[in-house]
């Protein structure tokens, strides 16, 4: 038995669609009932010595253990992890029979850390705010009423009255939300310039940065709920385009109740085993979350080619704007619902509203899509289309936005550059799915030889990586150059991601002087780049710097 994580569930989550406390226990198939109905005993017992007798407990059972939690006020969420905590210890002593915590004397500590937590004066303002109709978002120093330009903010510790606040003034602004595994800064990037094709102040966040209309607020990973607070709370912000990764919305959940839109992407194999996910279907139920906020009046964008999506979207009750490659595919899933469909039809991006059809784009027009060879690309393209429109904008400012969407305009995805007849791919692939999206372009330009540069993060499992070399080898490379990925060496020494992706390209044929080894990602790159000759295509697999990267790449490729 070990207790693998305990946190706050600031928002809609994987186990209800209010705040609390998780806690995930890894536990032996024997040990799960046991343990279970001793938390269970645990956990009511304290949330009613401590005043919270009206709690929702919330079981979530895993392949490797369970998730355990409860909803609880939004203004004392610490405080409930420690009672989760506490509850865990209590499961955990009773279960090995071991002596049991002093519940009284505990109680009366997790009373006193609730009445140090509580903040009356936000839960008043919160619920006027509901009264009014107003998004409501707050953490552990601001809470704001309204989005972005229609937004007002003010520190926890100095909250106005309810009579204080200009009402007036406060609204809503359409929001969309971007998830999946891959493909998602592509599209949020993709909405982001159509908002602004559009005329509109658009407000990103994705997993490298803030962005206003044309200003960088922060730079880093700002895919989570910090992200997405800080753009809707921008009073500049007239539409809002949120990237929405795995990993915030397992750690607090969504960060608003209501969204105008949210597009799924595709469900792949990536982080894996992470806070309890161990399979696809687990990896969907996450991504499914942004669907929760929907409501009925909102827009589920889903792609249409991605079965597990196609199977919940007859649990929904709002509109689906399906996005595929195959306009059949869309026709398919849409099923009895009304037809709207993004899709490639016969070379042209095509818009399917019932039974008319509309041919907007040749594919070939659009630069992402190298010359249609970036299948991936094309499908990000409807993607976000199809959130785009579910926001309000005009096909017009999609199609100027896709014409002028260029590598530069989309670093380290798919970016092509050409060194003297060598053609250079830099690309964020990192998991099967993303690599095996390259296989098109490989063949599409790497009409001589293939050089190809790759590393993997450490808290990828070995069958992952066993997975990932696979697909780079379908890639079919002349000459491999295995990086290390320092940064992310997460828990494995040093070396040791290379060494086991070294074995595995030399046991599925290739040749052990055609690999590599590297200890920087731009030492790398430049081995790749020297290597290869004019008709040859290097394939950069970048993920530590890539900002860096495509500078040096374009650098070169103009001198």
């Given at each position: 038995m070990e207790l693998l994580d305990?946190?706050?569930l600031t928002g809609p989550n994987i186990l209800s669609d209010k705040p609390g406390a998780v806690i995930d226990v890894r536990l032996e198939p024997g040990e799960v009932d046991p343990f279970e109905s001793a938390w269970r005993t645990a956990a009511m017992d304290m949330l009613a010595a401590v005043g919270w007798k009206a709690n929702t407990l919330h079981v979530r059972r895993m392949a490797n253990g369970v998730s355990l939690g409860f909803d609880a006020p939004i203004d004392a969420l610490y405080a409930a992890t420690e009672i989760n905590d506490w509850a865990f210890e209590t499961a955990r002593r009773e279960v090995a029979g071991e002596p049991a915590l002093s519940f009284t004397e505990d109680a009366a500590r997790l009373v006193k850390l609730i009445e140090e937590e509580i903040?009356?004066?936000?839960?008043?303002?919160?619920?006027?705010?509901?009264?009014?109709?107003?998004?409501?978002?707050?953490?552990?120093?601001?809470?704001?009423?309204?989005?972005g330009c229609f937004s007002k903010s003010w520190a926890v510790t100095s909250l106005p009255t309810p009579q204080e606040v200009p009402w007036g003034d406060l609204g809503k602004i359409p929001v969309g939300l971007i998830t999946g595994t891959n493909g998602k800064t592509t599209t949020v990037r993709l909405v982001a310039a159509m908002i602004a094709a559009a005329g509109k102040v658009v407000g990103l966040s994705s997993t490298d940065r803030v962005v206003v209309g044309n200003e960088t607020i922060d730079k880093g990973d700002y895919a989570g709920p910090g992200g997405a607070r800080e753009v809707l709370r921008h009073p500049g912000v007239e539409i809002a385009a949120l990237e929405t990764a795995r990993g915030g919305l397992l750690r607090r959940g969504v960060a608003m109740q209501r969204a105008d839109a949210a597009v799924i992407t595709n469900i792949a194999a990536d982080h894996l085993d992470d806070f309890g996910v161990s399979d696809l279907e687990a990896l969907a139920d996450v991504k499914w979350l942004v669907t929760r906020v929907l409501g009925d009046s909102g827009t589920a964008v889903l792609n249409a080619e991605d079965t597990r999506l196609v199977e919940r979207s007859a649990t929904l009750r709002c509109p689906v704007t399906w996005f595929a490659l195959d306009a059949g595919s869309a026709s398919h899933a849409a099923g009895d619902r009304p037809l709207r469909a993004f899709v490639m039809d016969d070379g042209d991006i095509t818009l399917l509203d019932g039974d008319r059809r509309r041919s907007l784009i040749p594919v070939t027009d659009v630069p992402i899509t190298l010359d249609g060879s970036a299948r991936h690309n094309i499908a990000n393209c409807l993607a976000a289309m199809g959130l785009a429109d579910a926001l309000g904008v005009a096909v017009e400012a999609m199609l100027e936005a896709l014409r002028k969407t260029t590598h530069a305009a989309n670093?380290?995805?798919?970016?092509l550059f050409d060194i003297d007849g060598t053609k250079v791919l830099v690309d964020f692939a990192h998991n099967p799915h993303g690599v095996a999206a390259l296989r098109p372009v490989a063949e599409h330009y790497g009409r001589r030889r293939r050089v190809l540069l790759i590393g993997q993060a450490g808290d990828r499992g070995d069958e992952a990586i066993h997975q990932l070399a696979d697909a780079a080898w379908q890639l079919r490379p002349d000459k491999i150059i295995i990086k290390e990925m320092g940064r992310y060496s997460r828990g494995r020494q040093e070396g040791e991601v290379a060494?086991?992706?070294?074995?595995?390209?030399?046991?599925?044929?290739?040749?052990?002087?055609?690999?590599?080894?590297?200890?920087?990602?731009?030492d790398g790159v430049k081995a790749a780049i020297d290597w290869a000759q004019p008709g040859d295509l290097a394939i950069l697999l970048v993920h530590e710097d890539i900002a860096g990267v495509v500078e040096y790449v374009r650098t070169v490729s103009e001198s």
């Open positions: 305990s946190r706050r903040n009356p004066d936000l839960i008043r303002l919160r619920d006027t705010a509901r009264e009014h109709d107003l998004p409501f978002l707050s953490d552990d120093d601001q809470a704001s009423i309204g989005f670093p380290g995805r798919g970016n060494r086991l992706l070294h074995w595995l390209f030399v046991e599925a044929g290739a040749n052990p002087e055609s690999i590599s080894y590297q200890a920087e990602e731009i």
